[in-house]
């Protein structure tokens, strides 16, 4: 019975906050977020065939960013976000497939691939952004142009 009052107490304060109208639709108001997940490469991108020029070899990693918006208008913002993801570093076996690959196309005796360092990017963009509001819904669309450090 105590389970029961829990959970429907739960769903009371859900709903009450909910309806409490913490953001108001008819005026935005200048945002800043943290967001952070994992980086899956896929496609060539991830692949490890030394015969695809497209092949990156890249890994599972992180993603972190900042981002926000300064409205200057009612619905019209200024935007911007900075992110960093790092796709891991080349293991064992990419400098097997990477050496094997350059004795072959070369017709080498032998060759040696050292793995120095991650591979990861930062991110700084910026643009304009609008939102669309419909009742308790904001769609904000955004074009942003920037800098990208690999």
Do not use: C, E
């Not at 020029?53 to 911007?80: C, E, H, M, P, S």
């Amino acid at each position: 019975m105590k389970k029961v009052y829990t959970i429907i107490s739960i769903f009371i304060l859900l709903f009450t906050a909910f309806d409490a109208g913490a953001q108001d639709a008819t005026k935005q108001k200048s945002d800043i977020s943290l967001y952070s997940g994992w980086s899956i490469p896929q496609g060539n991108y991830a692949g490890t065939d030394y015969n695809n020029n497209q092949a990156g070899f890249a890994k599972r990693g992180v993603t972190i960013a900042v981002d926000g918006a300064v409205y200057l208008k009612k619905n019209f913002a200024i935007a911007g976000i900075i992110s960093f993801q790092d796709q891991g570093k080349l293991n064992q076996s990419n400098t097997d497939i990477l050496s094997q690959g350059y004795v072959n196309s070369y017709s080498a005796d032998n060759a040696k691939v050292i793995a120095y360092d991650r591979y990861h990017n930062w991110n700084i963009l910026i643009g304009p952004q609008y939102s669309f509001t419909y009742k308790d819904f904001i769609l904000d669309l955004r074009a942003s142009a920037g800098l990208v450090w690999v």
